[in-house]
């Protein structure tokens, strides 16, 4: 069962998205808020929040962000320009009011189906092989033959040494560096994750790898790049 809290300041939405939400055999609703501030103390014990973007005081989106261990969420707004920046903070899926039961549904089943993935990621943590949804099947990647990652909006593409095609699946890299071994992979860039095991030469700016991808180091992640060099001299 999936707990999920729903917040929004329209009191006709909100009771909506509890009518909906009592529908969905695989959900629980835990609380219902019309503030963001109301839902707080509750993020520790929910898995998943349905969350309304343009509430006075403090807005959907500031409020995901200002949490550091934020559930799983999907926003839903009547304003399609939050879009965008709604998959930057690694939502599972934008509702644009009014939206439709169906719709509604479609949404649960995608936060289910990213819920599932995290869990079996969390538990393959310590294991060398990982397991990704792609396409409605399962898709079983080594991780000692992970090249590189890119990051592309809501998708990453996983690129092997045993494949010129990459596995590309519904996922963020935020998440995937949490379940690789940090001491293998490092973030260098907002776009890219590289495993450490495959630098063939590399500048604090630039990294290349060995089979010949050059990538670039970003300005963030320069400096504890630069020390993975220092340390490897």
């Known amino acids: 069962m999936i707990r999920v809290i729903a917040i929004d300041d329209e009191p006709l939405a909100l009771r909506q998205l509890e009518m909906y939400i009592a529908k969905v055999p695989f959900m629980e609703l835990t609380a219902a808020c019309c503030s963001a501030a109301d839902a707080v103390p509750l993020m520790e014990s929910t898995d998943a929040v349905f969350l309304d973007i343009n509430m006075p005081d403090l807005t959907g989106m500031d409020f995901i962000k200002s949490l550091p261990h934020p559930p799983a969420v999907v926003f839903t707004t009547a304003y399609s320009e939050y879009a965008v920046e709604g998959f930057r903070v690694n939502a599972v899926d934008y509702l644009l009011k009014p939206f439709s039961f169906n719709e509604f549904l479609a ?53 092997l040494d045993d494949s010129e095609m990459p596995v590309i699946v519904h996922y963020s890299l935020r998440h ?45 992640y320069r400096p504890a790049f630069a020390k993975l060099l220092a340390s490897r001299v």
């Open 107 to 159: 949404s649960c089943e995608k936060l289910q189906e990213h819920l599932e993935m995290k869990m079996a990621l969390a538990t393959a943590k310590e294991d060398t092989v990982l397991h990704f949804k792609a396409d409605y099947r399962t898709v079983s990647i080594d991780i000692s033959k992970i090249v590189y990652v890119e990051g592309m909006s809501e998708y990453i593409k996983i690129y």
């Open 176 to 220: 995937l560096m949490e379940q690789l071994p940090q001491e293998r992979f490092m973030r260098i860039h907002r776009s890219y994750i590289i495993s450490l095991d495959r630098i063939a030469d590399a500048s604090h700016t630039n990294v290349r790898l060995n089979n010949g991808k050059s990538l670039p180091v970003g300005e963030v």
